[in-house]
């Protein structure tokens, strides 16, 4: 079980009680296909209509609406540090079974938001800001990865 | 490999830091010590404290590697060739750790330009990094 001092859950709720999980969430799987999954992954996005050029994947539909909705589960970790690898197991399923989705992925994921959140707060995205949620989406990633066979 | 496009959104971005460069050296080595527990094993000699001489020194040594690289990204190994010696024979850094410090000085850089750190822009930075790193690893085996 992962221990979470006073300060760092303190630090993730705060932030997380700021962001907006529309913009951040969208930015966050936008920059995430432009780094790292453009152009060799389009495969997992053939759903999501054209995505050959950063035009066309800033501000596409799916990509907001998937944005929102991976965000909003990091928000539910957040919210719930406790109990993140039980309440991740049918997400890691999924995202074997299904979406097979790389891991490594996910941790790549994770590093994006912090650059979009850096970018969101600027200063009040301190060190210790970025330490405590540095560690959550560690432990979101490994969550995640957890039910993979 | 560095576009032309990524080379200009670099050399941009790193001109708009107005003398900035040397503070966020060491925002970003204090940023990594914090985020990254295990890279602090490499700075045993030094006073680790926000704000320590040592880091500010240090985050300044690291911010002129960069800028020489920004001004040779057409010839990085020649350009970063006696660091990356040093790297190889001397400090021996894990590679894994620039990886770290990379994600660090992206955020410090963030946290700096807001909006300009676009996604194009963070896409170049990213690049960009990831070739010093191959950079100064390349000699260690």
Known sequence: ?149 | MLTAEDKKLIQQMWGKLGGAEEEIGADALNRMFHAYPPTKTYFPHFDLSPGSDQIRGHGKKVVAALTTAIKNMDNLSQALSELSNLHAYNLRVDPVNFKFLSQCLQVSLATRLGKDYSPEVHSAVDKFMSAVASVLAEKYR
């Open chain 1, 1 to 149: 079980m992962v221990h979470w001092s006073a300060e760092e859950k303190q630090l993730i709720t705060s932030v997380w009680a700021k962001v907006s999980v529309e913009e951040c969430g969208a930015e966050a799987l936008a920059r995430w296909v432009l780094l790292i999954v453009y152009p060799w992954t389009q495969r997992f996005f053939t759903k999501f209509g054209d995505m050959s050029n950063s035009g066309n994947v800033i501000g596409n539909g799916n990509v907001v609406n998937h944005g929102r909705r991976v965000l909003t589960s990091f928000g539910d970790a957040a919210t719930n540090l406790d109990n993140i690898k039980k309440s991740f197991a049918s997400l890691s399923k999924l995202h074997c079974k299904k979406l097979h989705v790389d891991p490594k992925n996910f941790r790549l994921l994770g590093d994006i938001l912090m650059v979009v959140l850096a970018s969101h707060f600027g200063k009040d995205f301190t060190p210790a800001c970025q330490a405590a949620w540095q560690k959550l989406v560690c432990v979101v990633a490994h969550a995640l990865a957890h039910e993979y066979h």
